[in-house]
């Protein structure tokens, strides 16, 4: 049980915007950033977000995180067929010097 | 950009070891640090072990503290880990990842290569 809380599963038809949620158990872990990650079918995982709102290069504006408290999320707009696939939710947690994962949410494109 | 090639994995007996190796390339491999991260089979992702630029620093997740090892070679631009006393759970598919700086997140990440534990 991750301490990173996602829905299993989200779902959009195309051209619509989705958001996925993450939500961390911890305690004072407001100031913690929180990353996303896309995991396709067949590929490597891949970068979305990280520091909680930050798009590295490449990274279409399609896709925006935010944070609030210890709930962060994951927005899509403009949903494309390629999107479909896992998406995870990522935090540094100082006190253990571990990363965890969230579940992960399974993305699916009408 | 960069680019990382996992080798090594393969198919084990309960309590056997493997070695599993990451080649880096196309980037600075000595300036960042370097994680493990596996993916159970129907499972998400988990995170492993990380180790820092310089290898002064290691950590790992409790489900595997005390059996497996990262470690590197900056000569060689290579990351390894040495997996021991391996057990059913422990199958899955290893992917290195490279860490894009502090707290910037895994900007690269290889293919991935599978350890199947099983007798």
Known sequence: ?110 | QGQLVESGGGVVQPGGSLRLSCAASEFTFSSYGMHWVRQAPGKGLEWVALIWADGSRKDYADSVKGRFTISRDNSKNMLYLQLNSLRPEDTGIYYCAKEASYLAGFDIWGQGTAVIVSS
């Open chain 1, 1 to 110: 049980q991750s301490v990173l809380t996602q829905p299993p599963s989200a779902s959009g038809t195309p051209g619509q915007r989705v958001t996925i949620s993450c939500s961390d158990s911890r305690s004072n872990v407001g100031n913690d950033y929180v990353f996303w990650y896309q995991h396709l079918p067949g590929s490597a995982p891949k970068l979305l977000i990280y520091r909680s709102n930050q798009r590295p290069s490449g990274v279409p504006d399609r896709f925006s995180g935010s944070k609030s408290g210890t709930s962060a999320s994951l927005a899509i707009s403009g949903l494309r067929s390629e999107d479909e696939g896992d998406y995870y939710c990522a935090a540094w947690d100082d006190r253990l010097r571990n990363w965890v994962f969230g579940g992960g949410t399974s993305l699916t494109v009408l």
